[in-house]
């Protein structure tokens, strides 16, 4: 009986280990295809672009932050809205964001019309 409950018990840690790693995943893989659309954008992000970004913006599993992100970029018009760059400024100032979060909200916040060239280097290398 002892062998039978440590099992499950074993099964249980397992599994919620597992979980966390597919979620780290999921934000690594949301963070990446945030910044290949912002490599990309032109004065917009495409309709295809908004597509996916509206997918990351309306995952609940997805960190605050990440979502704020996607909706940051959705909503640029040659460069970001008000609010966008006031979500950026918050990611930026968070003490537990990610360095690499944290360069990219700054890309978004400054990007006008399309990144730089050092921007998109920048992105290169963190997300390659």
């Known amino acids: 009986m002892k062998i039978t409950l440590i099992r499950k018990l074993v ?10 790693f597919s979620l780290a995943q999921d934000a690594g893989g949301a963070i990446k295809q945030i910044a290949d659309i912002v490599v990309s954008i032109n004065h917009f992000p495409s309709d295809a672009d908004k ?4 997918d990351i ?3 609940d599993a997805l960190p605050e932050n990440l ?7 959705s909503n ?3 460069a970001a809205s008000a609010e966008g760059k006031a979500m950026m400024a918050s990611i930026q100032a968070n003490g537990e964001a990610p360095d ?3 360069s990219l909200a700054g890309i978004i916040a400054s990007l006008n019309h399309m990144p730089s060239d050092e921007a998109k280097a920048t ?3 963190l997300f390659p």
């Open 11 to 20: 099964a249980v840690a397992l599994i919620a280990l597992f979980s966390q």
């Open 51 to 54: 597509a996916a970004l509206a």
């Open 57 to 59: 913006a309306g995952n």
């Open 67 to 73: 979502r704020n992100m996607a909706t940051a970029v």
């Open 76 to 78: 640029i018009s040659h």
């Open 100 to 102: 690499r979060a944290k």
């Open 123 to 125: 992105l290169a290398e």
